[in-house]
């Protein structure tokens, strides 16, 4: 069975990350989730309620990492995925996270990112000439690394697939999971 890195943190979005983690298990590949530290994760959930103007975050189900970011041997895995919520800020500092995500570019390995998910392959210098989609607060983080914001729910470029929220979620997973069984029959 292919493996897939399903990248997470504390408050990584619930929604952004387990129906991606489905999705491949339901196309025959494994998600092995990966994240700073092996231990359990709290994800959360994210919205804007009416009459709100900032997202609300309530507490979601956990999630525990299979592997390190520093135990990461980047060449058994056939993709990438990089879930929203708040974590991307805070875990995009890695240096492994880095190492890690700049493998799947060079290589040209299938990518998927949702919402905040663009602030660790934009830290990482991989976005650049690349368009994406995400959600609009992070359009400054895609654009001051030189990548194009797309406001769209799918946006497909080469080997990169995005999406705004995880209402798009429908839109760009199947698109990727498409790629990835293509490049690993």
Known sequence: MKKVLVVIGDATELLDTMYPYYR???AGFQPVVTAPEKRKYQLVLHEIKPGWTITKEWEGYTL???VPFSEVKEAEYAGIFFSGGRAPEYIRYDTNLVRITK?????NKPIASVCHGVE???YADCVRGRRMATVSKCRFDLE???GIFVDEPCVVDGNLFSGRTFHDNGSYVGPWIEMLQQQNS
């Open 24 to 26: 491949l298990q339901e």
């Open 64 to 66: 525990d990492c299979d």
């Open 103 to 107: 493998h799947f570019f060079a290589e």
């Open 120 to 122: 660790i392959p934009a």
């Open 144 to 146: 001051v690394c030189g």
